[in-house]
């Protein structure tokens, strides 16, 4: 099964609900991207949006966290309620801060950038519900497709399938429209981050199923298992 999660980091923010609103009948979840200008060279959200949008939609709410200190904002993102986190390899404490997602009751994702190589992120498949491959540099929104990380994507699904980790996501983010979705899919990921080229579009939700049908062409006959996660009710804490 082939997932798509818009990023609302391309949405406008000045009619975030109504954003959200026009992809929600084709997206399968919500990624927000949390970035704090020191991990990375920009600054966005934080649990107060993230707040606000759990009360206009009952997608799940996967938040990117681009940050130095993800630890000291786990809960706080819990609270506002994210439904996962992801942290990225490159800041360490990995293990520590994966069980810490877990054990607020959140899916725990780790990130790995597109210079870090694959045996960076290998040790912690076992202890992690997603795993994000960045196919463009963290902190800024709209940047090239870096096809060279390609490789690491078919690395990383390797290693889950002989690994028999059936329920671990992979994801890809950076870059990603109806001309890298094969390439990316065809790797072996089967959950699409795409920003501009959802909201950028004149009808984001046509460009969200566009994107799937490019990637989902591709998929070999023995896709990778249904993860099953429950949508909430908007408003639900």
Do not use: Y
Not at 31 to 49: A, E, K
Not at 90 to 98: P, Q
Not at 126 to 146: A, E, I, K, N, S
């Amino acid at each position: 099964m082939l997932r798509i999660a818009p990023s609302v980091l391309s949405a406008d923010f000045g009619a975030l609900a109504e954003a959200v609103g026009e992809v929600a009948s084709e997206a399968d979840w919500l990624h927000v991207d949390v970035m704090d200008g020191h991990f990375v060279p920009n600054l966005t959200i934080g649990p107060p949006v993230v707040r606000s949008l759990r009360r206009h939609t009952g997608l799940f709410l996967d938040c990117h966290l681009m940050v130095t200190d993800p630890g000291g904002l786990l809960e706080a993102f819990r609270d506002a309620g994210a439904d996962g986190c992801t942290v990225h390899v490159e800041v360490g404490d990995t293990a520590r801060l994966l069980a810490r997602a877990r054990s607020l009751g959140m899916r725990a994702g780790v990130a790995v950038n597109p210079e870090t190589p694959f045996e960076a992120v290998e040790p912690f498949l076992g202890q992690v519900d997603l795993v994000l491959c960045m196919t463009v540099h963290p902190g800024f929104g709209g940047q090239r497709f870096m096809e060279e990380v390609v490789p690491k994507i078919a690395l990383v699904r390797r290693a889950l399938d002989e690994a028999r980790l059936v329920d671990v996501v992979l994801q890809v983010d950076g870059g990603i429209d109806e001309q890298t979705a094969p390439a990316v899919v065809a790797a072996g990921a089967r959950m699409l981050v795409a920003g501009s080229a959802v909201f950028g579009a004149e009808r984001p939700w046509e460009a969200v199923a566009a994107i799937r049908r490019a990637g989902a062409a591709v998929l070999p006959g023995r896709a990778a298992p249904e993860v099953r996660v429950a949508r909430r009710s908007p408003g639900a804490g």
